[in-house]
């Protein structure tokens, strides 16, 4: 079991410009949530999806924030345009169900830097 | 609301017994988890409780009160590598995704 996939490890653009991350699920589990992480405010919860279906985008901080599930084993998340503020490392986790007594398994994450 | 508090740092010695102390206020609580999350790496699972009381795992112990929304974990015989972030995390409001606490950071020392 290859665990969850995220693409790339690391993104380093220029303001203003989109940036797109990846996330591979682990097979047979059918829920996946996308947080961000930063000192200040810690693990944030942006969107989750159960079967490919978005469940809750309320912790998408804004429009210029989206996040697509094509298929049953693949997501994105998207930034356009991006800023400085959104610097951040940003993990997918996967799990078997969409209750909360499922344990998550998460990606290696995405470091993103915005100057 | 949801509210997760948990101590920002703590520091130990090697050998030594750490208790990481976490309340919580959610109105759709399905459990408590705790990851931990080495600097630079991915959070990893540690431990779930669901109903009251003790739930041991080798050298790391879980506790949850849910009438006291409040939850410990206890780490005995210390070691370098357990330095570490540890997480406390409950369910949402829906009881359909986790919120996690802020981490507290354990420091271990020789």
Known sequence: DAGVIQSPRHEVTEMGQEVTLRCKLIS???SLFWYRQTMMRGLELLIYFNNNVPIDDSG?????????????????????PSEPRDSAVYFCASSQGVGANYGYTFGSGTRLTVV | GQNIDQP????????AIVQINCTYQ??????LFWY????????TFLSYNVLDGLEE???????LSRSKGY????????????????LCAASNQAGTALIFGKGTTLSVSS
Do not use: C, V, W
């Open chain 1, 28 to 30: 047979g589990h059918n």
């Open chain 1, 60 to 80: 998408m901080p804004e429009d210029r924030f989206s996040a697509k599930m094509p298929n049953a084993s693949f997501s994105t998340l998207k930034i356009q």
């Open chain 2, 8 to 15: 920002t740092e703590m520091t130990a010695t090697e050998g």
């Open chain 2, 26 to 31: 959610t109105s759709g609580f399905n459990g």
């Open chain 2, 36 to 43: 931990q999350q080495h600097a630079g790496e991915a959070p």
């Open chain 2, 57 to 63: 795992k080798g050298r790391f112990s879980s506790f």
């Open chain 2, 71 to 86: 939850s410990y974990l206890l780490l005995k015989e210390l070691q370098m590598k357990d330095s570490a972030s540890y």
